[in-house]
């Protein structure tokens, strides 16, 4: 039997936020804790601010641009919940895997992601309608 590869834990759950000083105030109360890190990714035109949660991160993004794919994601959807993250041991395997198994990828191979990590997204439309993101 083919073993493959399974998450290892929730990395983190994604939140599409219109505006990341409004967002950081409402979460900063409604978890009381403050971001651990707050990070512009210029490639994803994205403010990110991370609070970790145990073993994984409640993560909120806010566009910097309107043609940030968050804007898009919030023009069509509104704000909320974007998306969610496994984190895996060995990416390029697990992509490979998805792949012979019928999901969409996004992306074929992971880029980086905020806090340096390797991150590829698995498009909705094969998992059900939500956007799943695999990181190591
Ligand atoms: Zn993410």
Do not use: W
Request: charged content about 25%.
């Amino acid at each position: 039997m083919v073993k493959y590869m399974k998450p290892n834990n929730i990395d983190h759950i994604a939140i599409a936020v219109a505006n990341i000083d409004d967002a950081t105030k409402l979460y900063n109360q409604l978890l009381n804790a403050e971001p651990q890190h707050i990070e512009e990714v210029v490639d994803q035109k994205v403010m990110t601010a991370f609070y970790p949660i145990g073993d994984s991160s409640v993560e909120l993004l806010a566009p910097t641009s309107d043609e940030s794919p968050i804007a898009k994601f919030i023009a069509k959807n509104g704000t909320g919940m974007h998306h969610i993250a496994f984190k895996v041991s060995d990416i390029e395997k697990t992509l490979k895997e998805l792949k012979d198994r019928g999901f969409r990828l996004i992306d074929e191979t992971p880029r980086q992601g905020a806090g340096g990590k390797k991150i590829a997204f698995v498009h909705p439309k094969s998992t059900g309608g939500v956007l799943i993101e695999v990181c190591e």
